[in-house]
């Protein structure tokens, strides 16, 4: 490179350029003569790096002979306390066996002293108990304050180390700058102006000189060497993180790299880091690498021997194992191997646990994390939660295949997250480290919308200001609304789930039989999600909203016939407090769960609605909502990309869906398919539609496109339909009659052997077979014990040949029980099962097995009913009913709805 660069007869006006690639290529020279130089370098950091293990293990010992010596003391405590309390028991058995020793018999003697062996291994169990509670409390508080101090030593190790590297840069750039002007002299015959060697000196240089001097500054960047310089104070960034990093592939390099040095073991900091940032440039690349390195390496899970050795790979990470080291402090430490400076910053956050409206305590939601400082910016990073489990997966081009493939999981969120986003779940005890323009309080952030890491992602932002708390109109409404970017509008796929925010109805999922999410409305007209709620009763409710964004397997094409299953994850979640309602809320119609009106068909079918030209600009807006306002009938028009077979299902609120079939007719014109409904009733009514490719095989079902929600107003010839009455209890799950419901029958199970519905036993055990059809079926159950105790424990669920399965039933006390089963097909869009099967169990001891009785017209076992008030009675009789009659009726808790469902839930 040298000589011909000599061979160049530069012209006047690239004479500076000429100078400077002479003064690179001396450069080049003089630092392959300096790789010995830099090797000295790594030397020196490992020398330094020995001395500060030696104060470190120091520390370690310091920790091992404190928590031996309180170990020792819970010890002593506890053993000291159980011989006192085991005397005191052998002497009051002494006592009471010389008492009555003389008027005991062989039998009641025994019996006494099989009850002291009782008492005594009571008393050791006890006393063993509260020694390990003990431990743990002091396991708890020591590793705090070992953590505490380990993240002092490291924050003093970190900046000896810092110091050392600078003064070895300082040292290395005098003497690169001396050879720089021995090679350029020689050279150039001696005319190349020697290089500055202390910043102060003055003067102007030739323009040889300063392209000299900028070549020494830019190969300087490139040697691993630190740019040290006083850290500055907290501050905004100067810019956002996508103008650094457009885009995350920028680091696949690099991240490659990392996933290799992971998969090997080091000795020291100084190799691990060395690797990590072998050929890396700037700051933000080497923060790329250590942070990466921690997610890769999955300290949580990772498995550590009991007699582990300092000076070995295992022993590198120590404090992990221990319990003194954290993600943060481990960063901080590699970092300043780097030459980078880091902090480490403590506050809340809102962690797992926390939930919308809480408030905030010292004590309660604590947190750690990282900023550090990269081209002159402190950026945040959260190692912890960037850190995601690994997974391995089959090689796709070899189903067949045993072997694995390791997919390491990360989130990228969290590396150098933007502060206005991070605010959004850190909050610092200093507030100069929410490095913002105008930090908020404690009371504010608790206020801000609870969101996770996929909410930026995707750059999704609420429409309207939206607060972590929101209270509902009088009618029970309120609505979210999310606006995503239009790149993105046909990607992302949005779910939510509305549930009680009370702890004991925390795990109660219906409203008198309907689930909540039949009291949300979601739609998505352009790149704005919108979730309409309208509670059904006063309360406080949890709203979480989930999304992901699909790929390819997420869309029916002619090489992919099915939509594939795919993972949502939270995105934002509220809490809504309704307070007074007028009127009465009734659930949407029970359509498949999810998103309604068309886009959802466009989006994974590529199924696009015709709208008609003479439609207004508000019927035009309602049909992209997917609310239609009709009177008689209504007729949909989609055009389809691929040829398709299509079936559409009308429902109603208390109307089996059957009942509504003739109403509904599927043509299709070319590439047209035409959807028309005549409607038998004024009322609400939902219409489902389900696709899937002509010829695919019958493994593929047919996926939910589409849905939409009809309002018919009024129709000139009304045509009687059905009713099923509603049937619910008091804690508003659905309950039927004993016996089958209908949803038995549609979904193709069968009792075997047929039995009734009202058993009878003497045993406390029974068996209740189902045998399933071939298409999969979801089988669950309830078993409950009258008046209303939950003994679903007690109930064994398994697979049995020729697709029965199996209910083994044990009744623990006698009385009367309730079994109730519930089904849904597995590949069903609509997760709800609904009830469909209820069995009344009656356990009389020394009965004889009747499972023909009539439980409620035996008066022998009336008598030996309970007395307290039934949860069947009060579920499934209408007061007015004698005990010997079912009724269809349900009591005054039950929804009484009209045959007409309002549109209030819209």
Wanted: proline share 5%.
């Amino acid at each position: 490179m040298i000589d011909s660069i000599q061979r160049v007869d530069p012209s006047p006006s690239l004479a500076p350029v000429y100078d400077k690639h002479k003064a690179i290529a001396g450069l080049i020279w003089a630092s392959r003569r300096h790789a010995k130089k830099r090797e000295e370098l790594f030397e020196s950091q490992r020398r330094l790096e020995e001395q500060l293990r030696k104060e470190e293990d120091a520390m370690f010992n310091q920790f091992r002979e404190e928590r031996g010596k309180e170990g020792e003391a819970i010890n002593k405590e506890i053993d000291t306390e159980w011989e006192s309390k085991l005397r005191e028991l052998t002497d009051r058995y002494e006592k009471d066996m010389d008492k009555k020793k003389k008027k005991m018999k062989d039998a009641d003697k025994k019996l006494m002293t099989i009850q002291f062996e009782n008492e005594k291994k009571d008393l050791e169990a006890t006393m063993r108990s509260k020694k390990e509670t003990k431990k743990k409390t002091m396991t708890l508080r020591l590793r705090q304050k070992e953590q505490q101090q380990t993240a002092e030593l490291v924050r003093k190790q970190s900046q000896v180390m810092l110091e050392m590297l600078a003064k070895e840069q300082q040292e290395l750039k005098a003497e690169l700058a001396r050879e720089i002007n021995l090679a350029g002299n020689a050279q150039n015959g001696g005319s190349v102006k020697a290089l500055p060697v202390q910043n102060g000196d003055s003067g102007k240089q030739s323009a040889n000189g300063q392209g000299a001097e900028d070549a020494l500054d830019e190969v300087l960047d490139i040697l691993p060497l630190p740019a040290m310089v006083a850290p500055p104070s907290p501050e905004a960034p100067t810019c956002r993180k996508e103008e650094l990093v457009p885009d995350e592939t920028v680091f696949e390099s690099i991240d490659e790299q990392v996933i290799k040095v992971a998969e090997s073991e080091q000795l020291t900091y100084t190799d691990l880091v060395r690797q990590l940032t072998e050929d890396l440039v700037s700051d933000i690349e080497k923060a790329r690498a250590i942070y990466r390195w921690i997610c890769v390496k999955d300290l949580n899970v990772m498995e550590f021997a009991d007699d582990l050795v300092a000076d070995t790979p295992m022993g590198l990470l120590r404090g992990i194992k221990y319990g003194t080291e954290t993600y943060h402090v481990l960063f901080m430490r590699l970092c300043s191997y780097a030459g980078l400076h880091c902090e480490e910053i403590k506050g809340h956050s809102k962690s797992v646990g926390y939930e919308p409206g809480m408030k905030i305590t010292p004590e309660i939601f604590q947190n750690t994390w990282n900023a550090i400082l990269i081209g002159g910016d402190w950026r945040l990073i959260q190692c912890n939660w960037g850190a995601r489990h690994l997974v391995l997966s089959k090689d796709k081009e070899d189903r067949h295949s045993s072997k694995d493939h390791i997919r390491y999981q990360y989130d990228d969120h969290y590396f150098m997250t933007d502060p206005d986003e991070f605010i959004q779940e850190f909050w610092p005890h200093d507030p100069k480290w929410q490095l913002l323009a105008s930090p908020i309080t404690l009371e504010e952030f608790e206020a801000l919308p609870f969101v996770r890491s996929i909410f930026f992602q995707y750059n999704m932002r609420f429409e309207g200001h939206k607060l972590a708390v929101i209270r509902t109109d009088d009618k029970g409404g309120a609505k979210i609304t999310i606006r995503v970017p239009e790149e993105h509008e046909n990607d992302l796929v949005f779910f939510y789930q509305l549930r009680f925010a009370d702890k004991d109805k925390s795990k109660d999922t219906n409203y008198r039989g309907s689930p909540l999410e039949r009291f949300v409305f979601q739609t998505m007209v352009d790149n704005t999600v919108t979730f309409s709620v309208h509670v059904p009763t006063p309360g406080m409710y949890f709203m979480e909203i989930f999304a992901n964004k699909i790929d390819d397997s997420g869309r029916v094409e002619e090489n992919n016939a099915n939509v594939a299953p795919f993972k949502l994850k939270c995105a934002c979640k509220f809490k809504v407090i309704c307070e007074t309602l007028s009127g009465k809320m009734h659930p949407l119609p029970n359509c498949a769960a999810g998103e309604w009106g068309p886009k959802k068909a466009q989006r994974h079918f590529g199924i696009i609605p015709v709208i008609s030209a003479t439609a207004s600009s508000s019927e035009f807006e309602m049909e992209k909502v997917g609310m239609l306002t009709v009177d008689d009938n209504l007729e949909l028009k989609f055009r389809t990309p691929h040829p398709y077979q299509f079936v559409a299902k009308l429902r109603m609120n208390h109307v089996d869906s059957k009942t509504l079939d003739p109403f509904i007719n599927l043509t299709s014109e070319g590439a047209i398919l035409i959807v028309y409904v005549s409607l038998p009733q004024p009322g609400q009514y939902g219409l489902d539609i389900f696709a899937r490719l002509k010829g695919a095989p019958d493994t593929h079902t047919l996926s939910h496109a589409c849905k939409y929600l009809i309002n018919c107003t009024k129709v000139e010839s009304m045509v009687h339909i059905p009713k099923i009455p509603p049937q619910s209890s008091a804690d508003g799950s659905k309950r039927s009659r004993f016996g089958p419901t209908p949803a038995f029958d549609e979904l193709g199970l069968k009792l075997v052997p047929q039995r009734e519905a009202k058993i009878r036993v003497g045993k406390n055990k029974t068996n209740v077979d189902i045998q399933t059809p071939s298409s999969k079926i979801v089988l669950s159950y309830q078993f409950l014990r009258e008046p209303d105790e939950d003994n679903r424990e007690y109930v064994t669920q398994t697979k049995e040949a020729n697709g029965i399965v199996r209910f083994a039933v044990t009744m623990p006390k006698k009385g009367n029980y309730m079994l109730s089963l519930y089904a849904r097909r597995e590949n069903s869009e609509d997760r709800s099962a609904p009830n469909v099967f209820n069995f009344l169990i009656q356990y009389m001891p020394e009965a004889s097995d009747a499972p023909n009785a009539s439980l409620v017209n035996s008066s022998s076992a009336g008598d030996k009913m309970e007395k307290k008030p039934s949860f069947f009675k009060r579920s499934l009789f209408k007061k007015s009913d004698s005990k010997d009659k079912l009724g269809s009726g349900s009591d005054k808790n039950s929804d009484r709805s009209s045959d007409r469902s309002s549109d209030k839930s819209t």
